[in-house]
């Protein structure tokens, strides 16, 4: 398999070893047409935290919370590190391990403020809790319109799976969609590495 299969276009390898802490992972998840596994991670060290896209199965258990692992050979896209068969992940040695202060593991947790999102970069990848008020199944999507306490935004999901049962009232957790600034108003668009979880 090339060095760069299931990477983002244009994302750049980084071959120095870097110590991390694993705040969260996701279950696994099948995404391009169901053809293939990958799940979502936030890792942080001592001074910042990363999203993170893992497409090797074989790491799930080193993504554990709470573990130190070191990993190289990883690629960086847009501030999201990327993770397919080339990296090397490793258990991290006593004398790597950190305290990640609290402030860090706060702001990986936090979700901006909706009307803030729509100020950034259309093609930005979002991620955060929101609240469900309203869902619509079509054949091909499901469209929410997920709210905060200020301002609210259509989310538009087209993949696959369409066993969402998340309604009204419900909190969902969003990973990797992008954003849209088309014509109008801007929305959150699935992509090929999003995935939705309920709260």
Do not use: C
Request: charged share 30%; proline share 3%.
């Amino acid at each position: 398999s090339t060095p760069k299969k299931n990477i983002s276009k244009g994302a750049v390898l980084h071959e120095k070893p870097m110590t991390v802490m694993v705040l969260t992972a996701t279950e696994p998840f099948n995404y391009k047409e169901g053809k293939e596994n990958m799940f979502h991670a936030t890792v942080a060290t001592e001074s910042k935290y990363y999203r993170v896209k893992v497409f090797n199965m074989d790491l799930k258990e080193k993504f554990t919370e709470n573990q130190f692992i070191t990993i190289s050979k990883y690629f960086n896209s847009s501030g999201i590190l990327e993770i397919n068969e080339t990296a090397t992940v490793s258990e991290a040695a006593p004398n790597q391990m950190f305290e990640v202060p609290k402030n860090i593991i706060r702001s990986a947790k936090e979700t901006l403020k909706i009307s803030k999102i729509k100020e950034l970069d259309s093609g930005t990848l979002i991620y955060g809790v929101f609240a469900v008020e309203k869902k619509k199944v079509n054949d091909k999507s499901i469209t929410f319109k997920i709210k905060d306490n200020e301002d609210n935004i259509k989310v538009v999901w087209d993949k696959e799976q369409h066993n969402i049962n998340y309604e009204k009232g419900d909190k969902l957790q969003l990973f990797s969609f992008h954003l849209r600034k088309g014509n109008g108003k801007p929305i959150l668009h699935s992509g090929n590495h999003s995935f939705i979880k309920g709260e």
